[in-house]
């Protein structure tokens, strides 16, 4: 006897793996949030396992955005269940927003909805931080390597992680101290960027790209960025993730003769022109690059170029250096 043709109008359903891998979060932090605030599947299988139906899931992504703008645990799900009650066969009431307390004040969540594309940065975004939040590493690892991997690094970057990273991580880049979340999340960043970084076997540049940042920066992170970008060019760079001594690095740029120089800067203290100047000293034939918002056209040395954002960067470097020579 044939078993029974499922109706084409049921809805699919789906495990608690499937959608703990789907959003990015451990199947443990999804049961705990079944047991405190009733965000659970309310669907029930023939055995005792339950499934989630697609309004579940949604419901959880809605926990999710406020978890990233800030709501504890509990507001998110509060915010969730108002948006989306979990109700027989009632249509839900419409919700135009909510208002969180935060450490940073009030943030206002409205109702709209993000993006529903798989691959696209907004969802990978949100799967990013729930995983952060919930400290699973093996999560967010995987995550940054499948955003890297469909988006490429420049995409990744601007969409999905310096958004998080601006989020979670505020504390860590400006010497806050910042919390557990934000050294977790920005750790797993460097490993994913620096996977993202391949020794070149055949570059198209016969000496590195330099790339450092002014003494005493603490946000280096764009250089790994930039650095993984330049290798999608097939360009191999010389990175010096932590700052450098003004001596070291005009030692390191001399011995190196690299095609160019970028220095990065973040914070407009340590952003001194004169640092050029020393590095020019000698035999140094590259170009000199200045990147980062810390610093102003007006105060550079004339040879030396100002960059706009990493994309620009990565753009202007490889034109610079190569014109345009094919990258295949």
């Not at 109702?111 to 798989?118: E, K, V």
């Not at 991997?149 to 969409?159: C, I, N, R």
């Not at 097939?234 to 003769?257: C, N």
């Not at 690059?289 to 990493?310: N, R, T």
Request: glycine share 10%; with cysteine; aromatic share 4%.
């Amino acid at each position: 006897m044939r078993d029974p043709v499922p109706s084409p109008s049921a809805e699919p359903t789906l495990p608690v793996a499937a959608v703990a891998r789907r959003l990015g979060v451990a199947p443990s932090t999804l049961r705990t949030w079944d047991r405190r605030y009733g965000l659970g599947p309310s669907r029930h299988t023939g055995g005792r396992h339950r499934r989630y139906g697609p309004s579940d899931v949604v419901r959880l992504e809605l926990m999710q955005r406020a978890l990233l703008r800030g709501a504890s645990t509990a507001e998110a799900a509060r915010y969730a269940l108002a948006h989306m009650p979990k109700a027989s066969n009632e249509p839900s009431p419409p919700v135009t927003e909510l208002r969180l307390e935060t450490t940073d004040g009030e943030v206002v969540l409205g109702a709209g909805r993000d993006s529903t594309d798989p691959a696209g940065p907004p969802r990978f975004a949100r799967q990013l931080s729930a995983a952060s939040l919930a400290m699973d590493v093996r999560a967010v690892q995987h995550l940054l390597a499948e955003a890297i991997g469909t988006l490429g690094v420049l995409d990744a970057w601007e969409g999905v992680i310096r958004p998080v990273v601006a989020a979670l991580g505020a504390g860590w880049r400006d010497g806050r101290g910042g919390s557990e979340v934000g050294y977790l999340l920005t750790e797993c960043v460097f490993g994913a960027l620096v996977r993202a970084t391949p020794v070149l076997a055949e570059p198209r540049n016969l000496r590195p790209v330099l790339l450092g940042s002014v003494p005493d920066e603490r946000d280096t992170l764009p250089l790994y960025v930039l650095a993984a970008a330049l290798a999608e060019r097939r360009i191999v760079t010389q990175l010096f993730g932590v700052p450098l001594p003004a001596d070291v690095l005009a030692v390191a740029v001399r011995r190196s003769s690299p095609a160019a120089v970028v220095l990065w800067a973040q914070r407009g203290p340590s952003a001194n022109p004169r640092l050029f100047t020393r590095i020019a000293r000698g035999r140094q034939r590259g170009r000199l690059f200045a990147c980062g918002p810390a610093w102003h056209a007006g105060d550079l040395p004339p040879k030396v170029e100002l960059l706009g954002d990493i994309r620009d960067a990565a753009e202007r470097v490889e034109y610079v250096l190569l014109g345009d020579a094919p990258r295949g």
